[in-house]
């Protein structure tokens, strides 16, 4: 990718001795966006934390591979002394526990701003104003003077965006942005994220468990299961001929306004790390599992210019699929 600014290759990550996480492969230029997507426990929170340098907080660390900011290694916790906030910016899910609930929203951004010593020489209050109207909430000086549970989900998690790119950050991660969010709501906050991309030059990690959500934001997906990226490409690309099954049966499960027939659930649960298959991590759930999908862990192959695939079968599904027999 021309311009990249951060990197993934091959990615491991490990708690308590445990490899929770393993083989991430991406990368995202700086105006341009990536969304990981998967179900809960597939490794996509773990892969943001360890892009934002907080896996220590929870006894992680990355154990292989390689994480390149600016062609900087990140695989050192101390290289991250002084990234977050100035060069990494940070939208958590749960914007009602990231707020002080006894601090002003004023008082959150000016504090902010004061440690991160991005006033701009306009001042600190003028700066926060200006942040609050940046992320289109309206009114920002009474925004100031609230406190969060003054304050709705989405203007919320407006905020946390205002606070997220206070720092002027190169790389803003979104860690499911959208969590408990109305679905109108949600749209808005995604639309936001890909304005702020685009006019502030900035690199963009979306994660969420729908595809819906991060089509609209995002240029390439990385389909994780299991602790594995599983399927990645170009967005438009893969939500039309996605080859993996399970980013088949993502599509199949999620509910639109095109989609009027019945929704198909995924069968079955992910395996855990403490039972994983010793082949294909999706095998026990998919319908065309057959004896070498059970051998080995398939790897990412190249199925277009820009589409990867780690699926044994994908050649001979999409065959099935074009046919209309999936």
């Given at each position: 990718m021309t311009n990249t600014l951060l990197e993934a290759s091959e990615l491991a990550i490990e708690i308590d001795?445990?490899?929770?996480?393993?083989?991430?492969?991406?990368?995202?230029?700086?105006?341009?966006a990536v969304g990981i997507v998967g179900e809960t426990g597939s490794g996509k929170s773990l892969t943001c934390r360890a892009v934002a340098g907080s896996l220590s907080?929870?006894?992680?660390?990355?154990?292989?591979?390689?994480?390149?900011?600016?062609?900087?290694?990140l695989t050192d916790p101390k290289a991250y002394a002084k990234l977050y906030g100035r060069i990494?910016?940070?939208?958590?899910?749960?914007?009602?526990?990231?707020?002080?609930?006894?601090?002003?929203?004023?008082?959150?951004?000016?504090?902010?701003?004061?440690?991160?010593?991005?006033?701009?020489?306009?001042?600190?209050?003028?700066?926060?104003?200006d942040l609050l109207a940046r992320v289109g909430l309206h009114k920002p000086e009474h925004v100031m003077k609230q406190y969060p549970h003054q304050l709705s989900g989405g203007m919320r998690q407006r905020v946390m965006i205002a606070l997220a790119i206070a720092g002027r950050p190169e790389l803003l991660i979104a860690d499911e942005p959208t969590t408990a969010l109305?679905?109108?709501v949600q749209k808005d906050i995604i639309e936001l994220l890909g304005q702020l991309t685009r006019e502030e030059n900035m690199a963009l990690i979306l994660v969420s468990h729908d595809l819906g959500v991060v089509s609209a934001a995002t240029e390439n997906v990385a389909v994780m299961y299991s602790g594995m990226v599983v399927e990645y490409g170009p967005t438009k690309e893969l939500l039309q001929n996605p080859r993996h099954?399970?980013?088949?049966?993502?599509?199949?499960?999620?509910?639109?306004?095109?989609h009027t027939g019945r929704l198909i659930g995924i069968p079955g649960t992910p395996a855990t790390p403490d039972a994983w298959p010793t082949g294909c991590r999706f095998a026990p759930r998919c319908q065309f599992v057959q004896d070498s999908c059970l051998q080995n862990v398939p790897t990412l192959q190249s199925?277009?210019?820009?589409?990867?695939v780690a699926c044994y079968r994908a050649d001979e599904i999409e065959i099935l699929d074009n046919a209309g027999e999936v």
């Open positions: 001795g445990r490899q929770l996480v393993s083989s991430v492969n991406f990368s995202v230029g700086k105006g341009s907080t929870i006894g992680g660390r990355i154990s292989a591979g390689n994480l390149k900011l600016n062609g900087k290694d990494i910016g940070l939208v958590p899910q749960n914007s009602l526990s990231a707020l002080n609930p006894l601090m002003r929203i004023g008082t959150h951004l000016i504090e902010t701003i004061k440690i991160l010593g991005t006033g701009g020489g306009i001042g600190t209050k003028d700066r926060a104003i109305d679905v109108s099954p399970y980013t088949k049966a993502l599509l199949a499960a999620r509910p639109s306004l095109e199925v277009g210019s820009s589409h990867q």
